[in-house]
């Protein structure tokens, strides 16, 4: 099985920019699919990013394209997710998840971390 560790949330200001990252340990996960979901106080868990296993193909929710990147480093087993333009609506918890294939339904994903959380104010 994978561990996924999640690091670099926090507050910031509208209009800032955070970067989270997601530690793996375990088993490789160099041939997995990774994403990035969200969870907002009172909401459902809410895709944000994925990528694949290669890095070749990323896929983003509507809200955080042209201002969200995923991307990956298999050799140092991490995956991380840059955060620009950051808005008061990106208030959530945010995970790390893995998955044999690409996807953006959470119910795809088999392993998840413990989540980040990352606070915008106004």
């Known amino acids: 099985q994978v561990q996924l560790v999640e690091s670099g949330g926090g507050l910031v200001q509208a209009g800032g920019s955070l970067r989270l990252s997601c530690a793996a340990s375990?088993?490789?996960?160099?041939?997995?699919?990774m994403a990035w979901f969200r969870q907002a106080p009172g909401k459902g868990r809410e895709f944000v990013a994925t990528?694949?296993?290669?890095?070749?193909?990323?896929l983003y929710a509507d809200s955080v394209k042209g201002r969200f990147t995923i991307s990956r480093d298999n050799a140092k087993n991490m995956v991380y997710l840059q955060m620009n333009s950051l808005k008061p609506e990106d208030t959530a918890v945010y995970y790390c998840?893995?998955?044999?294939?690409?996807?953006?339904?959470?119910?795809?994903?088999?392993?998840w971390g413990q989540g980040t959380q990352v606070t915008v104010s106004s």
């Open positions: 998840a893995g998955a044999g294939s690409l996807g953006t339904n959470w119910n795809s994903y088999t392993y």
């Open positions: 990528i694949s296993w290669r890095g070749s193909t990323t």
């Open positions: 375990g088993r490789t996960f160099s041939s997995d699919s």
